[in-house]
Every structure is written in C-alpha cells, then in structure tokens.
C-alpha cells in the first residue's frame, strides 16, 4: 500500500506532490532505498520499464544470451582438441522464454515491492524534466518536488541519422533479444563493447554474421595488442567488413530482408587525365535483422537540466564532485546527487553501483560524506573470446609516466600448461607496469575467460601489491589457467621482491 503524498501549492505552479527524496531512474537508483527512508516519502520515477538497462535490456540477458551462444559456437575451439562438437541447432524461442521469463518476473516484482507493499515508497510510472530548481514535472503534468532529488537516468542507444534507421528489421540492444525468432542473417553496425558481445551471440545460435566498421580494428578502446589480436580472431569467426560508413537502409520486398548500404570515401591524388578528387565505393548487404551498436548517450538532454541549473561536462554527462553531489556553476547543490551513466562515461553497472552506495550513505549522513572511488575500473567484454582489462594501455602507460618507466609482458595463453591443454591459440595476457616501484599500471587480457583472470589484479592494483610480491608472495595453482598470470607477472623487469 503507498503511503498518500503532502499535496500543497509550490509557488508559481499547481497543486505539488512533495517527497523527502525522488529518484530519477530505477535502475541503479532503485537501490538507494533502505530501511532509513522508513517513516518519510520517497518517490521513485521511471517512464521505462522497472529495474533499468542492467536487468531488463543490459548486462544480464545479454550474458544470459552470451553462454548458451558460447557453447553453440565452440566447435572451433573443440575441432583444436579433435573433438568434433557440431551444432545441431539451438531452440531460439525457448531460450527466449527462459531469460526473459526470469527477467520480466524479477522487474514486475520489485516494481510491485515499491508501488504496492512498501508504505513508504511511490512509484511515478512517467517520464519526467526539471521545471525548476527541486522540481519535476511528469509528461501528463503532475509537479514533484522533494528536498532531496538523485539523478539516476542512465543513458539510451544512440543511432547515426541515416535513411531507414526506423525501420522495423532495424534494432538495438533494447529490442534485438525479444526477436520472435532467431534471424538467419544479422548485420552489426559497430565495433564496440555491445556489438561485439551481439555479433558473438548470434554467430553462436546459428545466425550468419556481418560487423561493419568504420574503422580497421575491433574494440579499439582497449591496448593495441588486445584490439588487433580480438579483431584477428573474430575475423575468423565471422564475417568483419572494415572501413564501411552506413549510409541508407532500403525496405525489402513484402517485408523480406532489407538492404543496408555502407560507403567508404578517399582522397585520390591527380592522375595522368584525371583531376585530384574524392572517390566513393559502396557495399551493400542484405539482411533479416541489422543491430545498431553505435553507442549510448546519457540522458541528460530528455531532462531539461538547465531549467535546474545543473553543469554538463564537455562528455555530455551531469557533472558531479567526489561525493557524487550534482553542481551548478561548479559548485554542489544542496540535496541534488548523481550516479550512474548519466554522470560516468564509463557506462558500466559495476561503477553505478558503487556510486549509489555513495550516494545512499551520503543522503543519510550529511555530516560524514563519504567520497567515491575513481580508480581502477575494470570492464570485460563478454563476446567469443572474452576479453578483459584494467588500467593504462602500453599508450596510456608511455604518455604518462614515460617510455623508460614502463615495462610490458605479453604472456601467451598457448605457452602454461592449461594452455596446452587448451591447444590454445588465442589467449594473451598483457600486463603493463612501472619498472622502478613494479606498481602495475594496466592488464589486458583476450582469452578464455578473461574476465575472470583478470579479478587478482584488480585486487593486486586496488591494494597497492606490486608485481613480484603478487607473483611470489602465494601459491598459483598448478597447472589452472591462472598461471598465465603468474608467468606474465615474473616476465616484467620489476624490482626483486626477495620472495621465492
Ligand atoms: C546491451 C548492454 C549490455 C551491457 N552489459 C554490461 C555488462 O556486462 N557489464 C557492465 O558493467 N555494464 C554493462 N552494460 C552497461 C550497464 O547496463 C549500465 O552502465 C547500467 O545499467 C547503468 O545504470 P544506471 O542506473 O545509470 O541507469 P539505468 O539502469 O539505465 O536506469 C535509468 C532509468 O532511468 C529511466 N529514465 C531515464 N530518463 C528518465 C526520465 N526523464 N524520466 C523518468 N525516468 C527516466 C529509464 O527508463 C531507466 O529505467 C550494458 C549495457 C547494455 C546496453
Ligand atoms: N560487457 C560490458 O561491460 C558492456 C557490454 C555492453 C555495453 N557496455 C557499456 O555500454 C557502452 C556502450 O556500448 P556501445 O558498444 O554501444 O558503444 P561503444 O562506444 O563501445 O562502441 C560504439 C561503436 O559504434 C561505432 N559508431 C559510432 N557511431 C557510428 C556511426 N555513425 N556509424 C558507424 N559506426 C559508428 C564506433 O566507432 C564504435 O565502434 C559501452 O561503452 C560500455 O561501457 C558494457
């Protein structure tokens, strides 16, 4: 049951509904609320669906959809150990049904939880945009106002503005997973986190995979020895076409398979009878399901934030200080906080949360504020193979703390003994340090899972451990995968630990 709202005339509007505390987004957001809200009003705001992008449309049925596909697409992988594992199909619908089976009940149950049973929660199912300072306005007109307001609004597909774009074969990861059947051809716009993770699944199911990038290499925001050997192996796995810009996508006949039409442009020099100019070259595919993986942005400009006064940063993002408190004119605004990707670029559900659990300490102890943690952040990206990563590039590394400082393993998975076992071609562990204090600076890691490899040096970074302790100072399991870590740990030139 919810508790009723104090309704009374905010200046300069109609009747308002005032809280104790709103919260833009249940995603993240959702999690802010604990037993010392009991007794006051909260209101929790959300015009999508309850739970966010993490449980509904993100992280969770994606790898949900990234094991089974896995499986189906390790026939390579076990042809290498002469196993011969060939697919016979995979039951599309039903793996639907399970995942989202699972998903939609635990969003339907916790929207139940706040809107029916807490009584101190309300659940505003609308989108909503700043009309002031502490004041919202709901697209069907109701005025919320509160002492405490946390943007928690995440971010949103972004799709480049071509001819076709909304066609209904056109998706994005918030639609590509309920198809009602498993496409037999897929083109993948992008080369990102999403897009790879996507061209992975439907490869594994059976699909037959097109990625199309603009540029020449795959997640080119990783290390350079990380992104041209994933670019390598998925290129022979499915079908990467570089180099190719969308441009237009053409309705198929009697809503058969649609054509997506890239282009590449360049410069040509003068040639003998021919003038300098720019030449044009097109590609053309068809498909029954193209996926726009061309990133997201925050949503930041649905809110009207300006009508708050709250600061955007040059990323697009709402700016926020150490203790995730929004700012106007640099400064914190009183009772107004921020977490999740629409105040981090990182975009990752692993940094929301340790932002809202900022921010639900902060909104209860304004007298002990705590900070967050900005460093290091992890990511894996779970496509087929895993990749993993941590910290500076070799770039980033070089750039900071100079070329002479910094030493680089690169440690083959094919080279330890589980590697072995593996017949292994794959895998490489790049570790990056500073070879006067053997402080690691970064990790890398494309592989079998990586993802999972990678966890000791986060810890390792995140507790100060330098290289050689961390390879000497414990037991590594002979012969797990693990020791790939280990070996590539022992190949940096690091000050000498004296352990053994
Ligand atoms: C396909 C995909 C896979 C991903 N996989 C991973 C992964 O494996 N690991 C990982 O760490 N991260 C992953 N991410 C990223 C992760 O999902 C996000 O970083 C995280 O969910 C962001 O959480 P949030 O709380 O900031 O926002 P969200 O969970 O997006 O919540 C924001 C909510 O605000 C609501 N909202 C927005 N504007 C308004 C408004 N004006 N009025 C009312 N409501 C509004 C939205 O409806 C939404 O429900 C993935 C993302 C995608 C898209
Ligand atoms: N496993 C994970 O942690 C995970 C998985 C999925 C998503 N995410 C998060 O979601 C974020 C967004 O993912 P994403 O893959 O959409 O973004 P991204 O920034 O990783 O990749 C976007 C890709 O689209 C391309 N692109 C952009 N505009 C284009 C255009 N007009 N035409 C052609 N190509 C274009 C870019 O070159 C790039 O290859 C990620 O940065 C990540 O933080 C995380």
Redesign the pocket.
Known sequence: MSTSTSTFDHPGTAAAEHFDLIIIGSGSGNSLISEAWEGRRVAVVDGGTFGGTCLNV??IP?KMYAYPASLGGSEQEAARVNVDLRREGVDFPALRDRIFGRIDAISDSGLRYRRDELDYTTVVEERVRFTGPKQLTTDSGRVLTADQIVVAAGSR?SL?DIPGVDLPAVHTSDTVMRLPELPRRVVV???????V?FAAVFDGLGSEVVQV???ERLL??HDDSVSARFTEIASRTWDVRTGW??RKIVPGHDDGPVTVRFARSWRGAAQEGTAAGTAEAFLELEADVVLM????TPNVDTLDVAAAGLDVTHRGVLAVDAYQRLLCGGEPVEGMWGLGDVVNS???KHVANHEARVVAHNLVHPEDLRENRLAPVP????SRPQVASVGLTEQQAVDEVGAENVTVKEQEFGDVAYGWAMNDAVGLCKLVADRRTGRLLGAHLVGHEAANLLQPLVQAMSFGLDAHTMARGQYWIHPALSEVVENALLGLDVPDSGLL
């Open positions: 993100g992280c994606t597909p480049p716009v992008g080369g990102g986190f999403i897009a993770e990038i603009r540029g080119t925001s810009e969308p993986a061309t990133g997201r990182w975009q990752l990511s894996a990206v779970f």
